[in-house]
């Protein structure tokens, strides 16, 4: 791994790379005090592949798939947190924390989902506050006996549909209260695995009961300053090959008519897709959206966010298209065959190397040749800017934010593991 680098040879390559985006232009110091701000949503579901707390090793449903079996996984929510505050202590900047209804603290009795109350996320707000962190909330409509048969806010059966429904309102309360106490605005996201495997006779049914559920469960306003709606779709699952009835089309609709934030995640769509094309054919439309920044690898949607085109594609649409404003940045991902602490860090140091590479583009130069028809100067630049020295500031940020610079944030990956997850058996 090497030595770490001293602050002189961190200052001096920090000064030439200055130099070298100040003849395109580029301000980096803006561009890092503009980084400083971003707040990106950890999910939690990383640190123990989406298990939460309501029974003892309660199997992921909802065709959702965590494979591998690293030693060291969190088993309460105590353990979750300390992981979380492992991993944010790696990071450079201030983020926020994503949970999942399946994370309550019901202090051991059993509390079913349509019946959590903000009381049940206490001690998560309170840990939220202690450390500055905002947090954002999703209903789970998986892995429970009523989502067993694949359906939940589209079911045929009403009694299904009333208890997810119930759920989700209970979990925009939750979220409101998430809100209101750390006051910075919750977004509540649904997702729902609702889909079949084999081709359906009816398409039709099952959309309309959704749209139904979704506006009994939006039917309540509540206050922007401390809650927001989003809403996700999918392409396909592991079973729901066929047909998902929350596809990509159908929320893009809904939260348009309706006025929520539309989620786009990044491993919902063709592998030929990228949900940076979809970024300002949307936004004219919707007000804000919520990203699930993840990456699909063949039949996975969910493997950990890697520094690739896609990434930086999108990185460079909330640069490019001034859009920082109007989005929530959160991960999704879970992969249970590496250190699970690493695999955040590892995540959100990638989406935050993307968001620095795209706001040290000289955006106003390579928009003018475009206009100008100079394709061919477009092209040379934008293959120039790789190999800038993007590197030396992020490694500069790194020790300016009192983060490890490079490759040393795993010996402190690694004591973790030794003090801490090797023990949890
Ligand atoms: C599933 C969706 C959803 C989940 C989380 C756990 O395909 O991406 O966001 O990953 O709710
Ligand atoms: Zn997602």
Redesign the pocket.
């Known amino acids: 791994m090497g030595t770490e680098p001293t602050d002189k040879t961190l200052q001096a390559a920090y000064d030439l790379a200055k130099e070298r985006y100040a003849a395109l232009g580029v301000d980096v110091d803006a561009a890092l005090a503009r980084l400083a701000r971003i707040a990106i949503s950890l ?1 939690c ?1 990383q640190g123990d592949d ?1 298990g939460g707390f309501e029974a003892p090793g309660s199997a992921l449903g ?3 798939a965590a494979t591998g079996n690293y030693p060291g996984k969190a088993r309460t929510a105590d353990e979750l947190r300390s992981d979380l505050d492992k991993a944010y202590s790696l990071i450079p900047g201030a983020h926020r924390l994503n949970l ?1 209804a399946i994370y309550a603290e019901t202090g051991g009795k059993k509390v079913d989902r349509d019946a959590l109350e903000p009381v049940h996320f206490a001690a998560w707000a309170d840990w939220a506050k202690a450390n500055g962190r905002g947090l954002d909330f ?1 209903p ?1 409509c998986f892995s429970h006996p009523l989502a067993a048969d694949g359906f939940t806010l589209s079911s045929y059966d009403e009694d299904i549909r009333a208890f997810w429904v119930d759920h989700c309102i209970a979990c925009r309360k939750i979220g409101a209260y998430f809100g209101e106490t750390l006051g910075t605005p919750c977004v509540t ?1 649904i ?1 729902i ?1 609702d889909g079949l495997k084999d081709t359906p006779a009816d398409r039709k049914t099952p959309r309309l009961l959704l749209k139904e559920s979704l506006d009994k469960i939006f039917a309540e306003p509540l206050d922007p300053q401390f809650h927001l709606d989003a809403v ?1 779709g ?1 392409l396909f ?1 592991l079973g729901s090959e066929s047909y998902v009835v929350g596809s990509h089309e159908f929320y893009l609709s809904y939260a348009v008519a309706n006025k929520v934030l539309l ?1 786009l ?1 990044s ?2 769509f063709h592998p030929t897709e990228t949900i940076a094309d979809k970024l300002s054919a949307v936004f004219p439309f919707v007000d804000e959206v919520l990203l ?1 920044v ?1 990456r699909g690898v063949r039949w996975d ?2 493997h950990v966010v890697s520094f690739n085109d896609d990434l930086q594609a999108i990185a460079q649409e909330l640069v490019r298209g001034d859009y920082l404003g109007r989005v929530h940045i959160g991960l ?1 991902y ?1 992969d249970a065959s590496i250190n699970r602490v690493a695999a955040w860090v590892i995540g959100t140091r990638n989406a935050l190397k993307a968001l620095l590479a795209a706001l040290l583009e000289p955006t106003a130069m390579l928009r003018k040749w475009e206009v100008a028809g100079d394709y061919t100067g477009r092209l040379a630049l934008l293959e120039e800017l790789k190999g800038l020295p993007w590197g030396a500031v992020w490694d500069y940020y790194c020790a300016q934010q009192s983060v490890p610079v490079g490759m040393h944030f795993m010996e402190d990956v690694r004591a973790y593991e030794a003090v801490t997850l090797a023990k949890r058996v």
């Open positions: 999910h579901w989406v909802g065709g959702l999942h999703n789970t996201n997702w695995p996700e999918k699952g989620t995640d491993g919902h699930h993840s949607s969910d999704d879970f």
